[in-house]
């Protein structure tokens, strides 16, 4: 009697792919995770502000913001702007504004 080979996964590329976007996707999450973080990107779902905004709305040390605000920068969530002496913040792209404003209507509104 001849064994059958188990049948191959159909869609193995669409799995690695899927795994792919999942570390992604925690990597995405994680950056999230972190009060002062979420709170700065929902500030800056409304539009860009500075250090000194951001320190102001959160009452917290200028180095503490300014240390999230690096973590969120190296995550690719958001960007700087120089505008005259200040740096303004925004968020980097439409992924993260779409995340955010779904976030931002369900937990900080």
Do not use: W
Not at 79 to 106: M, P
């Amino acid at each position: 009697m001849t064994s059958i080979p188990a049948a191959e996964p159909a869609r193995a590329p669409d799995a690695a792919r899927m795994l792919h976007n999942a570390q992604r996707t925690g990597e995405f999450l994680k950056s999230l995770s972190h009060p002062i973080r979420l709170v700065i990107l929902c500030r800056l779902s409304e539009g860009g502000a500075s250090v000194g905004e951001l320190e102001t709305l959160l009452e917290v040390p200028q180095a503490a913001v300014s240390k999230q605000l690096a973590r969120l920068r190296d995550d690719g969530l958001v960007i700087a702007r120089r505008e005259g002496r200040s740096v303004i913040y925004s968020l980097a792209d439409t992924r993260t504004q779409r995340i955010v404003g779904a976030l931002y209507d369900e937990f900080c509104a």
